[in-house]
């Protein structure tokens, strides 16, 4: 069992920028592939971004604003957002999978809890 637990979420202006990290329960974090997920009010929980070994994967509609990376030594996963917009808005999940696969496709093993991410026009 894997626990996630998300942070750095808030309200922010749009055109400003968010880091949220997640951090994982257990020492074999680095087999893991990580992603990032939101679900606006509404709408259907959605792919952000993931990132297994040195290869990252975005959503088109976060690509040149949002960056994934990890620290495998802090068991720690980040997504860096910048140029921020309304349509942004959403809470935002961790999610841990054994592929990318799995987690670009969103069926990873597991899930945090969220963090909410509010962009004020």
């Known amino acids: 069992q894997v626990q996630l637990v998300e942070s750095g979420g808030g309200l922010v202006q749009a055109g400003g920028s968010l880091r949220l990290s997640c951090v994982a329960s257990?020492?074999?974090?680095?087999?893991?592939?990580m992603g990032w997920f939101r679900q606006a009010p509404g709408k259907e929980r959605e792919f952000v971004a993931a990132i297994s070994g040195d290869s990252t994967y975005y959503a088109d509609s976060v690509k040149g604003r949002f960056t994934i990376s990890r620290d495998n030594a802090k068991n720690t996963v980040y997504l860096q957002m910048d140029s921020l917009k309304p349509e942004d808005t959403a809470v935002y999940y961790c999610?841990?999978?054994?592929?990318?696969?799995?987690?670009?496709?969103?069926?990873?093993?597991?899930w945090g809890q969220g963090t909410q991410v509010t962009v004020s026009s």
């Open positions: 257990r020492r074999t974090f680095s087999i893991y592939a």
């Open positions: 999610a841990a999978g054994g592929s990318s696969r799995m987690v670009v496709a969103g069926t990873p093993n597991y």
